[in-house]
């Protein structure tokens, strides 16, 4: 027959029997009694961009909760610790090594998300196989043996490379499965569970043999501010990671005092260090101090200490037992390493962390670098300042701190001065702040704008009435005199909320556009909140409307992005901070008593800021956050006040300064501001006179 279109390539040759029985040999091998630790010895770690044999002691508290992955008592182990300390060595690599090394069985590695899983392959899974000889000996090569998320061994272990959905954590048998980074995960899973309870499912059919092990540095915040612990290594309230700590063995790692033989665990607290300098000097003279008897232990101690350190677990009541001896029933082995134990972390570099991350609390009231300092260095569940200071924000606290500043006046000082609106159904709440150096700022003034511009018998019909919003217009011409000067000072910026009811937005949009082109320049900025821990403090940016329709025409109009609670964690930290200073929020004596009352109106939670029971208005609040965003976004924070820019300039020759040319014709306080009026091409005039509303 002519060769044509259905001729097929010839059959490979007979596999010989001994090469066939050779190949399956390794499958029918009994699993050894090797612990994972021993195992471990015949992988390579990454040290110093060389790769070198693993060593047990490098980070030897980690030996115990490896070992422990072979054990038949428990079901899971839970490990809590700050970086650096080698726990997804000890807790993920090692046992996964022993799974492919002598122990096969199916085994899946999870990760946050699908991209983490995939970095996690390529980047450790590969480069650990690669370089390590009885590793890359044992990986198979046939066709979906070796891809980003399959890795296939002789001798029968398969590993899977995954993320925490519904599809991966349903309708599976694993006998080991491990969780890294595990308060990453999403705190629900398709509406079934949180991720450890579905993982641990995942386990039972292999019943006694299987194993769960997660691992992460503690993220979630502490549930409690009132929280005192009423057992021993009772850690606080918290979700994630703490929760399975708390719900386990509570081991805690202990190290014996070289000079009194006390037993202490290595908190932050016995950590101590010199008060002057920068926190890299400070911490270059860290030392640890022993609780008991005041003894001084040096940094070149740590590793004998590590060495000869223990883990001792809750046993109930107030007695302390190693794992071996533990009585009380609990199906997790858990345990929580403390930071300054940490193998690869000196102490020089967490006191210093830890005490950088202080300075920016001071200097911002933002708390970002504090969570992560605490989350990270320290290896603890951090309990947000914000929502303890929040718990003493109250309209009669406020009151007790308000400066003596005068109404409607800016202080002697001042640099530029601001204005916050924020939209409400029927009428915009006005507040002026004026701002001194290093950020501090005054508010000076207070007002609702509820009547139409066509002076009907109505209150503003925001959403419907695009007109309507003509009576922002007279607030760029708003100036305010400065204490014992000749000027006043009219806004650098005006920050509209431009949220709210239906149709709000597009009329707001659309005065932003009239605005912009009238004042040849964006003195207005619109802003929109978000929400949750994790956001931009402030930021511009633009609405996500690049879709044909309706709506696609704003991408011309940029927002002001405003991180909700993270700026009313700093809102709040200045308004209780007591005396004048950088970044200190004074609501003076003469502020209308709603002021205090909104100032107050919300309470710091778990998933943010919350109106307080009972309270409608916030107004205040939400003026002086929406101010400080706009500052923020037009990069206030980083002025050298020696130097500032024109608009910050504290004299006559302020590019918002206007001369005030009949001081005397001023009204009593309470009335509003003067408004200015333009003169020509020269400058500008103050009248005084009550506005239209």
């Given at each position: 027959?002519e060769?044509g279109?259905?001729?097929i390539?010839?059959?490979?040759?007979?596999?010989?029997?001994d090469?066939a029985?050779a190949e399956?040999l390794?499958?029918?091998?009994?699993?050894?009694?090797?612990?994972v630790?021993?195992?471990?010895?015949r992988?390579?770690i990454e040290s110093?961009?060389?790769?070198?044999?693993?060593r047990?002691?490098?980070?030897?508290?980690?030996n115990?909760i490896g070992?422990?992955?072979?054990?038949?008592?428990f079901d899971?182990?839970?490990?809590v610790?700050?970086?650096r300390?080698?726990?997804?060595?000890g807790a993920l690599?090692?046992p996964?090594?022993?799974a492919i090394l002598?122990?096969p069985r199916?085994?899946?590695v999870?990760?946050?998300?699908?991209d983490?899983?995939?970095?996690?392959?390529?980047g450790?899974?590969?480069p650990?196989?690669?370089?390590?000889?009885?590793l890359r000996?044992?990986?198979?090569?046939?066709?979906?043996?070796d891809?980003?998320?399959t890795?296939?061994?002789?001798?029968?272990c398969?590993?899977?490379?995954d993320?925490?959905?519904?599809?991966?954590?349903a309708?599976?048998?694993i006998d080991?499965v491990?969780g890294?980074d595990y308060?990453?995960?999403?705190?629900?899973?398709?509406?079934?569970?949180d991720?450890f309870?579905l993982?641990?499912k995942?386990?039972?059919?292999?019943q006694?043999?299987?194993?769960?092990?997660?691992?992460?540095s503690p993220?979630?915040?502490?549930?409690?501010?009132?929280?005192t612990?009423?057992?021993?290594?009772?850690?606080?309230?918290?979700?994630?990671?703490?929760a399975i700590?708390?719900a386990?063995?509570?081991?805690?790692l202990?190290w014996?005092?070289p000079?009194?033989?006390?037993m202490?665990i290595?908190?932050?607290?016995?950590?101590?260090?010199?008060?002057d300098?920068?926190?890299?000097?400070?911490?270059a003279?860290a030392?640890?101090?022993c609780?008991?008897?005041?003894c001084?232990i040096e940094?070149?101690?740590k590793?004998?200490l590590n060495?000869?350190?223990?883990w001792?677990?809750w046993n109930?009541?107030?007695?302390?037992?190693?794992?071996?001896?533990?009585t009380?029933l609990?199906s997790?082995?858990?345990?929580?390493?403390?930071?300054?134990a940490a193998?690869?972390?000196p102490?020089?570099?967490?006191v210093?962390?830890?005490l950088?991350a202080?300075d920016?609390y001071?200097?911002?009231?933002?708390e970002?670098?504090?969570?992560?300092?605490?989350n990270i260095e320290?290896?603890?569940?951090?309990?947000?300042?914000?929502?303890?200071?929040s718990?003493g924000?109250?309209?009669?606290?406020?009151?007790?701190?308000?400066?003596l500043?005068a109404?409607q006046?800016c202080?002697?000082?001042?640099?530029?001065?601001t204005?916050?609106?924020?939209?409400q159904v029927?009428?915009?709440?006005?507040?002026?702040?004026a701002?001194l150096?290093d950020?501090e700022?005054?508010?000076?003034d207070r007002?609702?704008i509820t009547?139409?511009p066509?002076g009907?018998?109505?209150r503003?019909?925001?959403?419907k009435?695009?007109?309507?919003?003509?009576v922002?217009e007279?607030?760029?011409?708003?100036?305010?005199?400065?204490?014992?000067?000749?000027?006043?000072?009219?806004?650098?910026?005006i920050?509209?909320?431009?949220a709210?009811?239906?149709g709000v937005?597009?009329?707001a949009?659309?005065?932003w556009r009239?605005?912009?082109?009238?004042?040849r320049?964006p003195?207005?900025?619109?802003?929109?909140?978000?929400?949750?821990?994790n956001?931009k403090?402030?930021a511009?940016?633009?609405?996500d409307t690049?879709?044909?329709?309706k709506?696609?025409?704003?991408r011309?109009?940029?927002w002001?992005?405003?991180?909700t609670?993270r700026l009313k964690?700093?809102?709040?930290?200045?308004?209780?901070?007591?005396?004048?200073?950088?970044?200190k929020?004074?609501?003076?004596?003469?502020?209308?008593?709603a002021?205090f009352?909104?100032m107050a109106?919300?309470?710091?939670e778990v998933?943010?800021?919350?109106?307080?029971p009972g309270?409608?208005r916030?107004?205040?609040f939400?003026c002086?956050?929406?101010?400080?965003a706009?500052?923020i976004a037009?990069?206030?924070?980083?002025?050298?006040w020696?130097?500032?820019p024109?608009w910050?300039v504290c004299?006559?020759?302020?590019?918002?300064?206007?001369p005030i040319e009949a001081?005397d014709?001023r009204?009593?306080p309470?009335?509003?501001?003067?408004?200015a009026?333009?003169?020509?091409?020269?400058?500008?005039?103050?009248?005084?006179?009550k506005?239209?509303?």
């Amino acid at each position: 027959m002519e060769q044509g279109a259905f001729d097929i390539a010839p059959l490979p040759g007979w596999a010989r029997v001994d090469d066939a029985i050779a190949e399956a040999l390794p499958n029918l091998k009994p699993h050894g009694r090797v612990r994972v630790t021993e195992a471990a010895a015949r992988r390579k770690i990454e040290s110093g961009g060389q790769w070198v044999p693993w060593r047990p002691d490098v980070a030897p508290y980690m030996n115990e909760i490896g070992d422990l992955v072979t054990s038949r008592r428990f079901d899971s182990i839970g490990v809590v610790g700050p970086a650096r300390c080698s726990k997804s060595e000890g807790a993920l690599i090692n046992p996964l090594v022993h799974a492919i090394l002598e122990r096969p069985r199916v085994v899946a590695v999870f990760s946050p998300t699908r991209d983490a899983a995939n970095e996690w392959s390529i980047g450790a899974l590969d480069p650990l196989i690669e370089n390590s000889p009885d590793l890359r000996e044992r990986l198979l090569t046939g066709k979906g043996a070796d891809n980003v998320f399959t890795k296939k061994f002789r001798g029968g272990c398969r590993v899977t490379i995954d993320w925490p959905v519904k599809s991966k954590l349903a309708q599976r048998s694993i006998d080991l499965v491990i969780g890294t980074d595990y308060d990453a995960f999403p705190e629900d899973v398709g509406g079934d569970a949180d991720p450890f309870t579905l993982m641990r499912k995942r386990t039972e059919s292999a019943q006694s043999r299987g194993m769960t092990v997660v691992e992460s540095s503690p993220r979630k915040p502490v549930l409690d501010e009132n929280w005192t612990a009423k057992a021993p290594h009772e850690a606080p309230p918290a979700e994630g990671i703490a929760a399975i700590f708390n719900a386990g063995s509570r081991g805690r790692l202990y190290w014996t005092c070289p000079h009194c033989g006390q037993m202490f665990i290595p908190e932050w607290e016995t950590l101590d260090y010199p008060e002057d300098g920068s926190p890299e000097e400070r911490g270059a003279g860290a030392h640890m101090v022993c609780p008991h008897n005041g003894c001084v232990i040096e940094p070149r101690a740590k590793v004998d200490l590590n060495r000869g350190a223990q883990w001792l677990h809750w046993n109930g009541g107030t007695e302390l037992v190693p794992i071996g001896d533990l009585t009380r029933l609990v199906s997790t082995a858990s345990f929580w390493i403390p930071g300054p134990a940490a193998a690869l972390a000196p102490w020089s570099r967490i006191v210093s962390r830890v005490l950088a991350a202080e300075d920016a609390y001071r200097m911002t009231g933002g708390e970002k670098a504090l969570q992560a300092a605490h989350n990270i260095e320290l290896g603890r569940s951090y309990l947000p300042r914000a929502r303890v200071a929040s718990q003493g924000l109250t309209p009669d606290v406020l009151r007790k701190l308000a400066s003596l500043h005068a109404w409607q006046v800016c202080p002697a000082g001042t640099r530029f001065v601001t204005i916050a609106v924020d939209t409400q159904v029927g009428w915009f709440a006005v507040q002026v702040e004026a701002w001194l150096s290093d950020m501090e700022r005054v508010v000076i003034d207070r007002f609702d704008i509820t009547a139409p511009p066509d002076g009907a018998e109505r209150r503003l019909e925001l959403g419907k009435r695009g007109e309507d919003w003509v009576v922002l217009e007279t607030l760029a011409s708003r100036a305010y005199p400065v204490e014992g000067a000749d000027y006043a000072l009219t806004p650098i910026g005006i920050a509209v909320d431009a949220a709210g009811e239906a149709g709000v937005t597009p009329n707001a949009r659309a005065f932003w556009r009239r605005m912009k082109r009238k004042h040849r320049g964006p003195l207005y900025h619109l802003v929109r909140g978000r929400p949750g821990d994790n956001v931009k403090r402030a930021a511009f940016g633009y609405p996500d409307t690049a879709h044909k329709g309706k709506d696609h025409v704003a991408r011309d109009v940029p927002w002001i992005w405003v991180g909700t609670d993270r700026l009313k964690d700093e809102v709040s930290a200045s308004l209780l901070r007591e005396g004048a200073g950088a970044r200190k929020l004074h609501v003076s004596t003469h502020a209308p008593e709603a002021v205090f009352d909104e100032m107050a109106s919300e309470r710091r939670e778990v998933k943010g800021w919350r109106p307080r029971p009972g309270v409608k208005r916030n107004e205040s609040f939400d003026c002086s956050v929406y101010a400080l965003a706009m500052v923020i976004a037009l990069e206030a924070e980083a002025i050298n006040w020696d130097r500032p820019p024109k608009w910050a300039v504290c004299s006559p020759d302020n590019m918002r300064a206007v001369p005030i040319e009949a001081p005397d014709a001023r009204e009593a306080p309470g009335d509003p501001a003067p408004v200015a009026k333009k003169r020509g091409r020269r400058g500008w005039s103050v009248r005084g006179g009550k506005s239209s509303w």
